[in-house]
């Protein structure tokens, strides 16, 4: 097994709290001790030694794969604050606020999420129907995202 790049686990154990992601790690390591790190060695790091996972999957509220073009549009950004927020994580002063905006005007205009990542603007928002039990409408299947941690 190759020697370990981690020069001091300590550090590196802050940065994970701290939320750091895996790219300014390996500019970290690369400007303070000259060497090179990949995202799939931090997250690699994050998993054998247990440390909670950086994104959370909820194929429950993304139940699709979605297309990297779609992937920073409002409702996916939306349903990743409420996914943090129903795992207990805690959300920013903004995104709190404008998840209760975003929900509000879901639930006034009586509206719900669907997705399509054949079309160009991948999101809509679609009229609530008796079987919409969410956020989303639910798809017939679910194809979800593999989660990059």
């Not at 979605?66 to 409002?74: L, N, P, S």
Request: aromatic fraction near 10%.
């Amino acid at each position: 097994m190759p020697a370990s790049k981690i020069v001091d686990e300590e550090e590196v154990k802050r940065w994970f709290e701290e939320g750091q992601t895996y790219e300014w790690m390996q500019k970290q390591y690369r400007e303070k001790y000259n060497i090179e790190t990949s995202v799939p060695m931090w997250s690699a790091y994050r998993r054998r030694r247990g440390l909670e996972r950086r994104n959370l999957r909820d194929d429950q509220l993304l139940p699709w794969k979605i297309k990297d073009e779609h992937r920073h549009q409002y409702p996916a950004l939306m349903l990743r604050a409420e996914a943090r927020r129903r795992a207990g994580k805690e959300l920013t002063e903004r995104d709190e606020r404008r998840l209760a905006s975003w929900k509000r005007m879901l639930d006034e205009d009586k509206l719900v999420v669907h997705y399509d990542g054949e079309t160009e603007d991948g999101f809509f928002y679609v009229p609530r129907e008796e079987r919409d039990k969410d956020l989303i409408r639910e798809p017939q299947a679910k194809t979800g995202n593999k989660a990059r941690d």
